[in-house]
């Protein structure tokens, strides 16, 4: 932030562009604004931040609140220093989280500026709602379901798996466990689905943690997800 700024007018600043691009506001960029705002100093770590606006993977949700930080650094008219996120809070990579992860701690400047809109009292967490809680089933009936698999080489998955590293290919974090052969747990998935007629080859291929690889099946912002990665990684290739 420009230091020869008066702290007044960086709150109004920032009340102005936030009122600009309200309405390019998605859900989860909200969810993860206020989120940011409750949270405890007002810091908190991508991964969370993206817990919390119910995006599986780190990369997602860096990808997610860094476009909010552009529409805001461009509503204000001001260049983020570094990484995007920088326009909403400061880096503090010596604040480690109960995970072990550095954390953004949101610019007070912004945090009075939510106030003053009243945007932080307006919304209401999800814990707050009442769900009931649902009989269940307490005998199942057992279902016979059939299913077409692809032939896949083996080889592929060794390879994909063996040049990942333990490493996830989307959000760079290490795999979550070890499997029962003591090597880092991570799927293989591929970018073009071998039922869309994808390739079983390297070039179409990427090591997961299992979050990413549901997110990339299941997610919202699967289709973003993907082309992020092709972006990222020079052996995939368009299929």
């Known amino acids: 932030m420009d230091k020869e700024m008066d702290s007044r ?10 009122l600009k ?7 989860g960029q909200r969810k993860m604004l ?6 405890p100093d007002m810091a908190l770590s991508v991964k969370r931040l993206a817990e919390i606006a119910g995006y599986e993977g780190m990369r997602s949700g860096s990808l997610h609140y860094g476009k909010l930080a552009r529409k805001l650094s461009e ?9 995007q996120i920088s326009t909403i809070a400061a880096w503090r990579g010596d604040l480690k989280d109960e995970r072990g992860h550095g954390q953004w701690m949101m610019y007070t400047e912004l945090a009075q500026a939510l106030e003053e809109l009243g945007w932080v009292t307006s919304v209401e967490s ?6 009931p809680v649902p009989p269940g089933v307490q ?3 057992e279902v016979v379901l059939q299913t077409t698999q692809r032939e896949r080489d083996p080889l592929v998955r060794e390879w994909v798996l063996r040049t990942a590293n333990g490493i996830c290919e989307c959000c760079g974090e290490d795999a979550p466990f070890e499997s029962i052969d003591d090597l880092p747990y991570l799927e293989v998935h591929h970018i073009c689905h071998l039922a869309n007629g994808g390739s079983d ?12 690889h549901r997110e990339l099946h299941h997610g919202k912002f699967k289709e973003e997800l993907a082309e992020d990665l092709y972006a990222s990684i020079a052996r995939l290739k368009r299929e």
């Not at 691009?21 to 859900?27: D, P, Q, Y």
């Not at 509503?75 to 990484?83: I, L």
């Not at 999800?126 to 769900?131: A, G, K, L, P």
């Open 9 to 18: 007018d960086w709150v109004a600043l920032y009340k102005q562009a936030l």
């Open 21 to 27: 691009i309200e309405a390019g506001i998605s859900e």
């Open 34 to 39: 206020f989120g940011h705002y409750r949270a």
């Open 75 to 83: 509503a204000m008219g001001v260049q983020p220093t570094g990484d």
């Open 126 to 131: 999800v814990s707050d709602q009442d769900i």
């Open 139 to 141: 005998k199942p009936k």
């Open 201 to 212: 080859t390297v070039s179409n291929a990427v090591a997961l943690c299992p979050n990413c």
